[in-house]
């Protein structure tokens, strides 16, 4: 496995430990269509939650949520849609978009934000 892409797992796991602590029922992780990947769709309630995950080694680019762009943004609602279409939880009845953010330098604790209603 590729260094970045043992990032991006770390990243997800933690996202998702991090989901489950604040109440949030992860219900589905990697989802894959043809048109891409959610990296986590939870609910919290009545409200259903997707979550893009961004993971970096340091913020020399930005922070890791600066990577989630309007492009991003827009294909990720598609994603959704698709979701949705196919697994519509009963009594759902919000969508929320949610970007957690981890920055995991070299010999320090990594460092998680969770931006509610990012996009």
């Given at each position: 496995m590729?260094?970045?892409?043992?990032?991006?797992?770390?990243?997800?796991?933690?996202?998702?430990?991090?989901?489950?602590?604040?109440?949030?029922?992860?219900?589905?992780r990697?989802?894959?269509?043809?048109?891409?990947?959610?990296?986590?769709?939870?609910?919290?309630?009545?409200?259903?939650?997707?979550?893009?995950?961004?993971?970096?080694?340091?913020?020399?680019?930005?922070t890791?949520?600066?990577?989630?762009?309007?492009?991003?943004?827009?294909?990720?609602?598609?994603?959704?849609?698709?979701?949705?279409?196919?697994?519509r939880?009963?009594?759902?009845?919000?969508?929320?978009?949610?970007?957690?953010?981890?920055?995991?330098?070299?010999?320090?604790?990594?460092?998680?934000?969770?931006?509610?209603?990012?996009?």
């Open positions: 590729r260094p970045s892409d043992e990032l991006g797992r770390y990243g997800e796991d933690l996202a998702a430990e991090h989901l489950a602590a604040q109440g949030l029922q992860v219900l589905e990697n989802w894959r269509c043809r048109e891409g990947e959610l990296d986590i769709v939870a609910r919290e309630g009545r409200v259903l939650v997707f979550v893009e995950v961004k993971a970096r080694s340091g913020t020399g680019f930005g890791p949520a600066e990577a989630v762009g309007p492009v991003k943004a827009r294909r990720i609602r598609g994603l959704a849609c698709r979701w949705l279409a196919e697994h939880p009963a009594g759902a009845q919000e969508l929320r978009f949610d970007v957690v953010s981890v920055v995991r330098r070299r010999g320090c604790t990594a460092e998680l934000v969770h931006l509610r209603g990012a996009f």
